[in-house]
């Protein structure tokens, strides 16, 4: 990694909401937010909504880069990337990410639909590692007191095993795909790293609660370890592929509990390099949705003007030619193949031990069955909203969140997000009898009143001419907003459109204190000052 940095570009990544492995990837190869691709979750609700199935490429809703590629005769591989299973017939190579699942049981064979084309099945399954295969040696650096486990009572060494069977895996497969042909794109994911932050980080980190325990003493080089060993990885695959390959490096920020209590905030990175590509310098404002707009940049094809990300043209040495095109989902047409391969029985097929809704009629009861799966599916409905709203798309967002007010337990989160979109769209006509009937039921309640609710009744007031309770308003918002630091960002500026410069410069300072990286609230307090 070191190396790579040294002749490229490195800088911090931020990921558009939701925070998930599915979602994240898909925006990875698509250049749109989950609102547009359509996978915010590992689970989808079927068409009548009576079941939660798991999300595959056939739910996605864009073209994924690799289609891209297919369409102007690239040829393109991918292995192993969330949510490419069943395998898509393109010009070129894809494993799914389901052959690298499964990998504890050699009983268990591939599932159909794994690999395009389907003759390179039996050469790939040759090379899938199970965890059975590891010897303790090979564990050795993760686990240097291994012996000292009761495994029958500690899973967490046949977790670590599993994980470094997958990753390995992984590399196996990539390194033999490589020379087969001459491809123009590669997309190689290695999961295993988001598994042992979640299970492995605090005693990586140890805080006072875990740095004395004895789970600590066993568990600290776990991380340190499997970093070492996919850097090993990286620089076997980076060998192999040449010097005029262009390598991209994406690490995406992950929802981590023990990162947020430790540093704040967290996010993900970004690493360029290449033989046109600056050397040892930074780059800012990079966003996962830039992944894909600059890959086709950097190949000479066009970007979709339906895409949400841009080019990082900063990058280059001499900034490459942007072509522009409406839409790469209607270039990428659909392939009759690819419908009759997401019908297979066992193409959506997946383990219990993973299963995103485990409910069964006979067990529950058809009634909560049916409440369990009517709850996942708003769940789904309204992370593909907050999705839209984040890249402002508000007045598509409009019509589920009408809905969701109604649905409990989103009433007042889906209330207060409409009346964002409403405030957004300037619908002042239909935000005043909103917020009336919000505070109205919460006060009858004796519930509390939001702090953004708290905003935007002074904004109104503000509108109406009245600047003085509007004022009134913004310091009972700030005082309720806690660190809410979009909330505080957003009063600053309202601050700011009144030339309350010393109001604003506090609401400014309380974000900064807290985020100091904070984008927005440094260009507030610049403005301010």
């Known amino acids: 990694l070191s190396g790579l940095i040294k002749?490229?570009?490195?800088?911090?990544?931020?990921?558009?909401?939701?925070?998930?492995?599915?979602?994240?990837?898909?925006?990875?190869?698509?250049?749109?937010?989950?609102?547009?691709?359509?996978?915010?979750?590992?689970?989808?609700?079927?068409?009548?909504?009576?079941?939660?199935q798991p999300v595959?490429?056939?739910?996605?809703?864009?073209?994924?880069?690799?289609?891209?590629?297919?369409?102007?005769?690239?040829?393109?591989?991918?292995?192993?990337?969330?949510?490419?299973?069943?395998?898509?017939?393109?010009?070129?190579?894809i494993v799914s990410n389901r052959f690298a699942q499964g990998l504890m049981d050699r009983r268990i064979p591939m599932q159909p639909a794994t690999i395009h084309p389907q003759p390179?099945?039996?050469?790939?399954?040759?090379?899938?590692?199970?965890?059975?295969?590891?010897?303790?040696?090979?564990?050795?650096?993760?686990?240097?007191?291994?012996?000292?486990?009761?495994?029958d009572h500690d899973p967490r060494v046949?977790?670590?095993?599993?994980?470094?069977?997958?990753?390995a895996t992984v590399s196996t497969c990539s390194q033999q795909l490589l020379p087969e042909e001459r491809w123009s794109l590669m997309a190689i994911w290695f999961p295993a790293m988001a598994s042992f932050n979640r299970r492995f980080l605090k005693f990586h980190l140890a805080d006072s609660d875990t740095q004395e325990s004895n789970d600590h003493r066993l568990y600290q080089n776990v991380l340190n370890a499997?970093?070492?060993?996919h850097d090993l990885l990286l620089g076997q695959l980076i060998q192999q592929t040449g010097?005029?390959?262009?390598?991209?490096?994406?690490?995406?920020?992950?929802?981590?509990?023990?990162?947020?209590?430790?540093?704040?905030?967290?996010?993900?990175?970004?690493?360029?390099?290449?033989?046109?590509?600056?050397?040892?310098?930074?780059?800012?404002?990079?966003?996962?949705?830039?992944?894909?707009?600059?890959?086709?940049t950097a190949c000479g094809l066009p970007i979709g003007k339906d895409m949400k990300g841009r080019p990082l043209l900063d990058a280059w040495q001499v900034a490459p030619q942007v072509d522009m095109i409406d839409s790469w989902d209607t270039q990428a047409e659909p392939n009759p193949e690819q419908e009759e391969i997401s019908r297979h029985p066992n193409a959506t097929s997946v383990s219990a031990a993973t299963r995103p809704v485990e409910s069964d009629p006979q067990q529950l009861g058809q009634d909560q069955h049916d409440a369990q799966v009517s709850r996942a599916a708003d769940l789904y409905e309204y992370r593909r909203t907050k999705s839209l709203m984040h890249n402002g798309l508000y007045r598509n967002a409009i019509s589920n969140l009408e809905r969701l007010a109604q649905v409990e337990p989103f009433k007042v989160s889906a209330t207060l997000d409409l009346a964002q979109c409403l405030w957004r769209l300037r619908n002042i006509e239909q935000l005043e009898p909103l917020i009336d009937q919000?505070?109205?039921?919460?006060?009858?309640?004796?519930?509390?009143?939001?702090?953004?609710i708290?905003?935007?009744?002074?904004?109104?007031?503000?509108?109406?001419?009245?600047?003085?309770?509007?004022?009134?308003?913004?310091?009972?918002?700030?005082?309720?907003?806690?660190?809410?630091?979009?909330?505080?960002?957003?009063?600053?500026e309202t601050y700011l459109s009144l030339r309350e410069a010393e109001h604003a410069a506090e609401v400014f300072r309380r974000v900064l204190a807290e985020h100091p990286h904070h984008a927005a609230a440094h260009l507030g307090y610049g403005r301010c000052l």
């Open 120 to 151: 390179l099945n039996e050469k790939l399954a040759e090379f899938r590692i199970f965890a059975d295969e590891l010897k303790a040696e090979d564990l050795l650096p993760l686990l240097p007191l291994g012996h000292e486990i009761d495994q």
């Open 56 to 93: 595959t490429s056939a739910h996605r809703e864009s073209a994924a880069v690799w289609n891209m590629f297919s369409t102007r005769h690239r040829r393109s591989m991918a292995v192993a990337w969330p949510v490419s299973h069943p395998a898509e017939p393109i010009l070129g190579n």
């Open 226 to 229: 499997a970093y070492h060993y």
């Open 454 to 492: 708290i905003l935007l009744q002074g904004r109104l007031k503000i509108i109406q001419g009245d600047e003085e309770a509007g004022k009134s308003f913004l310091a009972k918002a700030a005082s309720a907003a806690n660190q809410d630091h979009y909330l505080l960002t957003q009063i600053g």
């Open 243 to 296: 010097n005029d390959a262009t390598v991209i490096l994406v690490s995406p920020v992950a929802e981590s509990p023990v990162v947020k209590k430790r540093f704040g905030e967290s996010h993900g990175m970004l690493v360029i390099s290449g033989s046109d590509i600056h050397q040892d310098e930074l780059i800012h404002g990079a966003n996962l949705l830039d992944i894909t707009p600059t890959i086709l």
């Open 438 to 452: 919000f505070v109205k039921d919460r006060g009858s309640n004796d519930g509390e009143i939001p702090a953004y």
């Open 158 to 167: 046949a977790f670590c095993a599993r994980l470094m069977s997958q990753t």
């Open 7 to 52: 002749k490229g570009v490195i800088g911090r990544l931020d990921s558009p909401p939701p925070y998930n492995l599915s979602s994240m990837a898909t925006s990875i190869v698509t250049g749109k937010p989950p609102g547009l691709h359509g996978i915010v979750g590992p689970a989808i609700p079927s068409a009548d909504r009576s079941k939660m």
